[in-house]
Structures are given as C-alpha cells and as structure tokens.
C-alpha cells in the first residue's frame, strides 16, 4: 500500500495476510513484519514436449505480467522457469533453491506463480511439466497435494500460491479464517492459495492472456488505487466480477467452474524450527 494499513493492530481478519508493503500513519512496518524479504519465483509453460498435448499461448505473458507487477510492489524474484526449462527435474531443483535461500528468513513474504495445464489422473489432481508423457506419470508431473507439502518446508512466515492451471482448486484444503487481525496473528506462518479454477474446472485464455491472471492483476491495480491496501479477503468478489465481464465480453457465461479458489494450504501450520501456528 502506499498510503498506509489502517486495520493494522485492529479490525481486519486472521486470514488478511497483506501480500505487499505494509504502511502505517506514514511507518514503515514492514521492516517488522517481512525483515527478511519479500520473494517471489514463476514456473510458466506454454510449450510442452509431447506436441500431441496441445500448446497454450498466454502463460508466459501471464508470468511477465504478474513479475512486473509484483516487482513494483517490492518482490524480488528467486527464480523464473518457462517451456523447455520447467522440466519435473529443473522445477525440483528450483525447490531446492527457495528451501535455502528461505531456511533462514522465517520473516519473509514469498510467493510462487504456477502456470500451465494440469489434468486429473487415476484420482489426482496434477500439474503438467514441460516433459510430461502419459507413460510417465510420476516422473513428469506434481499432483497438486506435493505442492503442498514443498511449500510447507519453505520457511518464509507468509506464503501465497497463484496458480492459472486447471484443476488446481484441490491446492486448497481450508477456508479463510474469520478471526479478528491482531499482532500475534501477522508474526504467525500464514500459508494461502489463490486458484483460477475450483476443484474440477478448466482455466481460460484470451487475446494473449489467461483471463484468470490479467483479471487479478486489474484486480490487484484496483484495489491499490481505491484504498491503498490489500488484503487476500478483499480479492475474491472483485476478482470474480472482473472475471465475469471479460467472459461476457467473448460472449462466455460464467459458470461454478469459472471462480477463482481461495483459502488456505492446511487446517494447522507448525514450522520445521519452532512452534508457530495459524
């Protein structure tokens, strides 16, 4: 925000993780609240190996999109991994690298962009890397739930996954919560999820972009420019009407499988070095 969190220490909910700079009476909180750093990293396949797999045109415009808006607000990408680079083996790697740069800034802010098709496979919800093959099942995919558990290794205090891949509403276990914002609450882990489809539907492209991910970042401008201040509670019903009017102007109904997905990685969060929860 640029002019300052006024729900800070009063009002707000447990759920309204900010997700950038945090300003107070013209104070600069952030130094208290993400010390350590705010990060973020991309994974973004238009291209796949098996051409019979069907290519997609926007998400690397999509990934450009969100990586300048993010880096205005302060973000520091970590990684940016695209087409023949977002192998299973590259991505892991790249996992590696966040676990280490974040082991040591438990008062960090990171989010990951996911972007790229996905497909539900003998009951799994699965994220589809650049060498996918249908033989390969394991060695060429993430079900949506390793996700999960990568992340939860991550050390970062505050997390957010934005994925513009279909199927990728399963990333969600948990609601928002509703309890009030306090102190305690903004130095607690915090793991979230915002997805552009829910468990079952299919992402949507148009004229260069995921409809899913230029409506967020529209989303995220608006939001800025209205009241200077951002939370994940706020996105959701702004997000999903600007979602709506650009499927109505490509003469699209909007339907269930259409909302965007937001909540939370886990009921509970307890750090692999000490016994924060949220």
Known sequence: PLNGWTQYGSGGLASDMPIVKVLDDNQVLKDEI???????????????????????????????LLEQTLKSLGYKTLFSLSNEK?????????????????KSKKNSSFILYIAGHGCKKEGF?????????????????????????YTKKFNAKHQLIISDACFSGSLIKEKLRNKVWNQDIANSRSMHALSSVQNSGKAVEHQGNGIFTKSFVKTLNQLLNEDSLVKLSDISNKLEKNINEKLLSINIQMEQTHVPKIGRLYKEITSRDDNHQT
């Open 86 to 102: 977002a192998t299973k083996r590259n991505i892991e790697k790249t996992f590696d690298h966040i676990y280490n740069v974040l």
């Open 34 to 64: 993400y010390s350590d750093g705010m990060y973020a990293g991309y994974i973004a396949i238009d291209k796949y190996k098996d051409e019979s797999l069907g290519n997609l045109e926007c998400c690397n415009n999509d990934q450009k």
């Open 125 to 149: 919800d699965k994220f589809l890397c650049y060498d996918h093959s249908p033989d390969k099942m394991i060695s060429t995919t993430f079900d949506y739930d390793f996700i999960n558990n």
